[in-house]
């Protein structure tokens, strides 16, 4: 998709502050600063408009961004990050937990995870809980950029067996560095619009 128009819409803090256009949406999740507003920023071809970090914890709200008048994506806080206190962190898994069971537009979940390193215990819990609820989901394994090529099918081998992958869930190959697999993501999303 060629995306001209973008528009952030709300962060979302409650089901009520959701947006009400009805368009599929497609929410991201994974560790806190895996790169998941930058994939958002690299798909819609804008440099900051998702606010990135090197600094884990970045978003904190579900943050909905319009594109083409046609679908969202949801920008999702990341998990993982230790330094938020163990009661916002129950809370955050609740917030996001009830969006992701119970939101109807939700199309799929797109669940970044680093090409470089072996997914987390707190990555496979994600994945489970995906599963667990019959979420459909497309994982990308992003950062690509900092592993030779010739290694890549190595890495994508060690991502699906860690993860134990449903052997019909895509795994792609990204970087919003080098913009590499941005076409194949696209595809991956606009045959589930
Ligand atoms: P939270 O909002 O804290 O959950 O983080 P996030 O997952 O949104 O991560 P974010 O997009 O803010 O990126 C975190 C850091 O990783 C930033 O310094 C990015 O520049 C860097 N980064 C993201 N994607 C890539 C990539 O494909 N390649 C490289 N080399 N760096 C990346
Ligand atoms: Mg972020």
């Known amino acids: ?38 994939f958002i920023n690299k ?8 606010r990135t970090s090197s600094k884990p914890g970045k978003t904190q709200t579900l943050n909905f961004y319009k594109i083409e008048e046609q679908l969202f994506f949801v920008d999702v806080p990341g ?17 996001i937990q009830q969006y992701m069971t119970e939101r109807e537009h939700l199309r799929a979940v797109i669940q970044i995870v680093d090409l470089r390193h072996p997914p987390t215990a707190d990555d496979c819990t994600m994945y489970d809980f995906l599963v667990h609820y019959q979420i459909p989901t497309i ?42 697999g941005v076409e194949e993501a696209w595809k991956e999303i606009e045959s589930r619009m």
Do not use: C
């Open 1 to 38: 998709m060629k995306v001209h128009n973008v528009e952030m819409i709300m962060s979302a803090v409650r089901p009520e502050q959701y947006p009400e256009e009805g368009y599929p949406e497609f929410a991201l999740a994974g560790r806190s600063n895996v790169g998941k507003s930058s």
């Open 43 to 50: 798909m819609i071809g804008r440099k900051s408009l998702a």
């Open 79 to 95: 998990y993982g990050y230790a330094k938020v206190s163990k009661s916002s962190r129950e809370a955050w898994g609740k917030f």
């Open 139 to 180: 994982v990308i394994a992003t950062k690509a950029d900092k592993i030779p090529r010739g290694k890549w099918e190595k890495h994508k081998k060690i991502v699906r067996e860690t993860l134990e992958m449903r052997s019909e869930d895509p795994l792609l190959i990204f970087s919003s560095e080098k913009g590499i």
